[in-house]
């Protein structure tokens, strides 16, 4: 059994073929059963479909009304979603930046149920042609591809929420794929990403370290633009009342845990999950994003492979922040599709196949586990995949086989890299033997120049050079 869990021999064909489309009909029957229960805009359980776009779309609603400023006092955006959808009904605050208030407001012109399905489909779109165009020249049928990709279990959380993810996944997938031909359209997309603050821990540092200047101008540039139209059009307030409402962002929904511990997928929300406090929380996640950090940016300074680069670096955005939700892992995507691109090329490396089908199932399962049993599975996966990435990137990585010289070329310290190009060259033209196997060779080579030299004539005998080695050991063979 962990011979097949290491060379991921449990996930063949047959299993490959069943299991997408069975996670994909669990989703279906879920869809179809929480709209033919729903009365409305609300559900079975009497919540707004959509749950958390209820609040984005009010947040439209306060703008299109010509209050910009108050999606970001929490007192009265609460006040403003229970008047539209009642006085029982699940509240939630505005965490994102002010130029987020433009597509709330184009939403808000629609119905509620409009909106959230124009949102829902216009995003669901953008990640699968993203999925797509990573694996298009893989020899998966488009078709199937883009059944994984709904089979995707966060695509259903993503989907219930009526969150974001599809957004996220998209704009990382194709900043990825763009970031080596069209580096400025690299920069947009993630530019426009910086509607999620809270992932700007890492992709800032990959990109210094990979020397992608014109990406981090075009990054630098499309945030900029947006920070200076939101305050033109919504006011310069906003963005003091944004500032202001950190605070209560960092106090009531990460370190209180109002939107549930079991929800957020962080080692911080790990760590309250497993009973820790505030500080031993913060502590557990300042080590893991440092490290996640330090690993990036050497990462970014190797030669390795730019798709186990790009999957590194998605997997370490979600790990590097202690605010990271469920549905937040549908942008596991494009780093789901980029590693098994790597791996249909190039072989799959030991426990590859079976941390990135641990990864795809474990939207489904991360949040109940959490509640039922207190088990941060999500953060532990999240762990594991970004080992298994960086294990990928070593075994693409021109001098993975001297993983000493991986950090020295880093650094790009030429001494040791030159050391190591000689030291290749001697492995490449004197292979590694056991030590009884060197003399053995060494003594036939000696056998053999002997024997060469007793052909040309005794030269050497005419040298004074006594001929030692016995006549039946010199003779070549």
């Given at each position: ?16 073929a ?35 776009f209820?609040q ?39 965490h994102?930046p002010?130029?987020?208030l433009a ?24 990640y699968?042609?993203?999925?797509l ?22 695509t ?20 990825f794929?763009?970031l080596?031909?069209?580096p ?27 020397g ?18 939101s ?17 209560d962002?960092?106090s ?8 549930g511990f079991?929800?957020i ?48 670096t ?10 990271c ?56 996966t ?8 960086l ?27 030159k050391?190591s ?9 004197f ?14 080579r ?5 024997c ?5 004539g ?15 050991e010199?003779?070549?063979r």
């Amino acid at each position: 059994m962990w011979r097949s869990l290491r060379n991921g021999a449990w996930l063949d064909e047959q299993r490959l073929a069943v299991y997408p489309p069975m996670l994909l009909a669990l989703s279906v029957v879920t869809i179809i059963a929480t709209l033919s229960l729903a009365q409305g805009r609300f559900d079975a359980n009497g919540h707004p479909l959509g749950t958390d776009f209820s609040q984005v779309w009010v947040a439209g609603l306060e703008v299109l009304r010509g209050h910009p400023e108050a999606p970001f006092d929490l007192s009265r955006h609460i006040a403003a979603q229970r008047a539209e959808f009642g006085a029982t009904s699940d509240v939630y605050g505005w965490h994102y930046p002010p130029f987020f208030l433009a597509p709330a407001a184009a939403l808000a012109a629609l119905p509620y149920l409009q909106a959230l399905a124009l949102w829902q489909i216009a995003t669901l779109l953008l990640y699968l042609a993203s999925a797509l165009a990573i694996l298009r020249r893989m020899a998966i049928p488009p078709l199937r591809v883009a059944l994984a990709a709904l089979a995707f279990p966060a695509t259903l959380v993503n989907l219930g929420h009526g969150q974001n993810g599809f957004l996220t996944a998209a704009l990382l997938g194709f900043g990825f794929l763009q970031l080596r031909p069209r580096p400025l359209v690299a920069g947009v997309c993630f530019g426009l990403l910086a509607y999620k603050p809270q992932f700007a821990l890492v992709l800032p540092v990959a990109l210094i370290a990979g020397g992608r200047w014109k990406t981090i101008a075009a990054a630098s540039a499309t945030t900029a633009l947006m920070i200076a139209a939101s305050a033109a059009a919504f006011g310069p307030d906003t963005w003091i009342a944004f500032a202001r409402s950190l605070a209560d962002t960092r106090s009531i929904v990460l370190e209180d845990g109002a939107a549930g511990f079991a929800k957020i997928q962080s080692v911080f929300a790990a760590a309250r999950l497993l009973g820790g406090d505030v500080a031993a929380a913060y502590a557990a996640q300042s080590a893991t994003t440092l490290l996640v950090v330090g690993a990036i940016a050497v990462l970014w300074r190797s030669a390795a492979d730019e798709r186990a680069k790009a999957a590194a670096t998605i997997v370490a955005t979600l790990l590097a922040t202690p605010y990271c939700l469920d549905y937040d892992m549908a942008a596991l995507a494009p780093a789901l599709a980029l590693l098994t691109a790597l791996g249909m090329e190039r072989g799959f490396g030991p426990f590859v196949k079976t941390t990135l089908a641990a990864a795809f199932v474990v939207p489904l399962v991360a949040r109940p586990l959490a509640s039922v049993a207190g088990l941060p599975l999500g953060a532990a996966t999240l762990a594991a995949l970004f080992i298994v990435a960086l294990r990928e990137a070593a075994r693409t990585d021109e001098v993975a086989n001297n993983r000493s010289n991986s950090i020295f070329r880093a650094f790009g310290l030429a001494v040791f890299t030159k050391k190591s190009r000689l030291l290749r060259r001697a492995d490449e033209t004197f292979p590694r033997m056991s030590p009884l196997s060197s003399g053995r060779a060494i003594w036939r080579r000696i056998g053999r120049s002997t024997c060469a030299l007793a052909a040309d004539g005794g030269r050497g005998d005419a040298h004074g050079v006594e001929n030692s080695v016995p006549k039946e050991e010199a003779s070549c063979r």
